[in-house]
């Protein structure tokens, strides 16, 4: 598993329930890119929507 920093910086924002929008404007970047960046994430990790990779990452 090879996550990029800005990948954690994402889902660990998700994770404290911010929406896409919210987390985009906090790192400067388009909610589009925030989308990307978790798709690569759930690829990454094998899961299939952000509600299974929230719930991967909090029993971590």
């Known amino acids: 598993m ?5 990948e954690q910086e994402v889902t660990h ?3 404290k329930g911010m929406t896409n ?3 985009g ?3 400067g970047i388009s909610p589009h ?3 990307d960046h978790i798709s690569s994430v759930t690829n ?6 952000r509600i299974e ?3 991967l990452l909090s029993t971590k």
């Open 21 to 23: 929008k919210q987390i």
């Open 25 to 27: 404007r906090l790192l």
């Open 2 to 6: 090879n996550i990029t920093k800005r």
């Open 13 to 15: 924002l998700l994770c």
């Open 44 to 49: 990454k990790l094998g899961v299939t929507n």
């Open 53 to 55: 990779l929230i719930l």
């Open 33 to 35: 890119t925030v989308r």
